[in-house]
């Protein structure tokens, strides 16, 4: 009986623990967010707002690091989403130069892709990783190949038109045995 007794009392005290306002949370984390006893994104969500007025894309990325590994950032997955633009903003015009390329484009796929590639590669100089603060994505290995082999990169980009006009212009050049 007395076995019984401390079985229910831990059910109950871990429900006591889980609640907050009527409402039973799945996790301790997400219980201690919503008890006010970790920082929200907010504070996190104006800093890096304020910030990416005025530097790169490269430097609001260093700063995105260091929230994550030296404070409590609840949510760090929110975090990203609100401001991957600005983490990323830099790195279309940094493709372009490192490929010698001004035409280049890269998807907004690609380009959240390499910002997270880019957080990753900060957090591994510093002994971390993203999958440290889950739930914030990772990057796509397969989709870091395409993006980061400019001979793939410089294939997919071309025009159509163009190659149309190459095409007939080439095969009037063509004689009867290489048609």
Not at 88 to 108: A, C, G, K, V
Not at 161 to 174: F, K, P
Request: proline share 3%.
């Amino acid at each position: 009986m007395r076995i019984l007794l401390q079985i229910v009392r831990g059910a109950i005290c871990y429900e006591d623990l889980s609640s907050v306002n009527g409402t039973l949370h799945s996790t301790f984390k997400e219980t201690c967010l919503a008890r006010g006893l970790l920082d929200d994104t907010n504070e996190w969500d104006e800093a890096l707002t304020e910030v990416s007025a005025w530097v790169t894309g490269a430097e609001v990325r260093g700063m995105f690091c260091s929230m994550l590994m030296f404070s409590e950032v609840g949510q760090p997955d929110q975090l990203w989403e609100a401001h991957w633009e600005d983490l990323t903003d830099d790195l279309p015009r940094r493709l372009q130069r490192e490929q010698r390329n001004s035409q280049l484009e890269i998807s907004i796929k690609q380009r959240r892709n390499l910002g997270l590639y880019e957080l990753e590669l900060i957090l591994n100089k510093n002994g971390r990783s993203l999958r440290d603060y889950p739930p914030i994505p990772l990057p796509s290995s397969r989709m870091l190949q395409q993006t980061g082999n400019r001979l793939i990169r410089e294939q997919l980009v071309y025009d159509i038109s163009i190659e149309n006009d190459n095409l007939d212009l080439y095969l009037r050049t063509l004689n009867q045995d290489q048609m």
